[in-house]
């Protein structure tokens, strides 16, 4: 008899433990079942759920009581009712909380659930898009400038440009050396002068590659939204390309020789673009769009580069460090 008692104990101890197990203090509904509190069942609809929170809201609404004790307790329940509709009206709550009713063992798992969706903004996904693009828009545009302030300034410094953009000044009579009024100081001047070398050097030197002026087209916003353009542009520019040069046999343009050139080097357009007009023209007399002549090229290109750094006097010193020390540290002085 006494163990049939023990048993009967321990069978009602662990359904206690499962049913309070099954609901957490602080998540969701606390220790009540949100369905109980809306007084339906866990197959009940969505417009069961919904009309039967507008008949206990109505009940329990605190204006509809008369004595403070009433209206307080009305309060609190409807507080109850208004939270245990928020959570079974949405579908992803609802199976949040389905989950942890069939689950009740997993504690970390619906705190994690429970407050990942409370902590997580309800933002349209469209709108942090938008924002994203944008953002990523304005600190490309403003890169852009950055680089090419930067290119400005060097050329400034550089005596060559410098002079150049002097020449230009005077001879446009852009730049005033003489004060004839006397009021200013030489420090003004010198700001004028500056002012005036770098409008000169901005509007008469065309600055090619990364650090060239930038254009709203460089930007992601506008990219994007040339995308299609962009897209049949290049099938366009493909099929012609196959028709008259594969089927056509057509000779290529300048523009399409440097294309090609560019393409074998393995240069980015900024880094193609950046290169000395001398430079590319040298290109062009060695025909370097044919890849025979490119590959020759190439080969010579090595050859030159390692003949340059085997008569360096700072290569010798290292070769010499090494044989005589091995790997270290080394500092190289020009003697």
């Not at 104990?9 to 049913?19: D, G």
């Not at 369905?35 to 109505?58: C, F, G, H, M, P």
Request: charged share 35%.
């Amino acid at each position: 008899m006494l163990t049939h008692f023990v048993a009967i104990a321990l069978f009602i101890l662990n359904i206690t433990v499962l049913s309070s197990a099954q609901l957490l203090e602080g998540l969701y509904c606390g220790k009540e079942n949100c369905y109980d509190v809306l007084e339906v069942t866990r197959e009940a609809t969505k417009q069961e759920i919904s009309k039967n929170y507008r008949r206990l809201a109505k009940q329990y609404h605190p204006d509809l009581h008369r004595t403070p004790e009433a209206k307080e307790k009305a309060a609190e329940r409807f507080k109850e009712i208004a939270n245990a509709y928020e959570i079974l009206k949405d579908e992803e709550a609802r199976a949040d909380y389905d989950y942890m009713l069939d689950n009740p063992d997993e504690y970390y798992a619906h705190y994690y659930r429970y407050y990942r969706r409370r902590v997580a903004p309800k933002v349209d996904v469209r709108i942090v898009i938008i924002v994203t693009i944008s953002i990523i828009s304005a600190i490309q545009y403003y890169s852009g400038w950055q680089r090419y302030d930067i290119a400005i300034k060097y050329f400034m410094t550089v005596p060559k440009y410098r002079n150049k953009a002097l020449e230009i000044a005077k001879e446009e009579k852009l730049l005033s050396l003489d004060d004839k009024r006397g009021r200013r100081d030489k420090k003004e001047q010198k700001e004028e002068m500056e002012k005036v070398i770098r409008k000169v050097i901005e509007d008469k030197m065309d600055i090619k590659g990364a650090y060239a002026k930038p254009t709203i087209k460089d930007i992601l916003w506008i990219q994007l939204i040339m995308f299609p353009y962009t897209v049949l542009k290049f099938i366009y520019w493909y099929l012609s390309w196959f028709w008259r040069h594969t089927l056509l046999k057509q000779p290529y343009n300048e523009e399409e020789k440097l294309y090609i050139i560019r393409k074998n080097m393995k240069m980015s357009v900024h880094q193609f673009n950046s290169q000395d007009d001398s430079k590319v023209q040298e290109f062009l007399n060695a025909k370097l769009w044919i890849k025979e002549n490119f590959k020759e090229w190439f080969k010579q290109e090595e050859e030159n580069a390692k003949k340059q750094l085997a008569e360096s006097n700072k290569y010798k010193q290292y070769r010499r460090h090494i044989k005589n020390h091995g790997f270290g540290r080394m500092t190289f002085d020009d003697s």
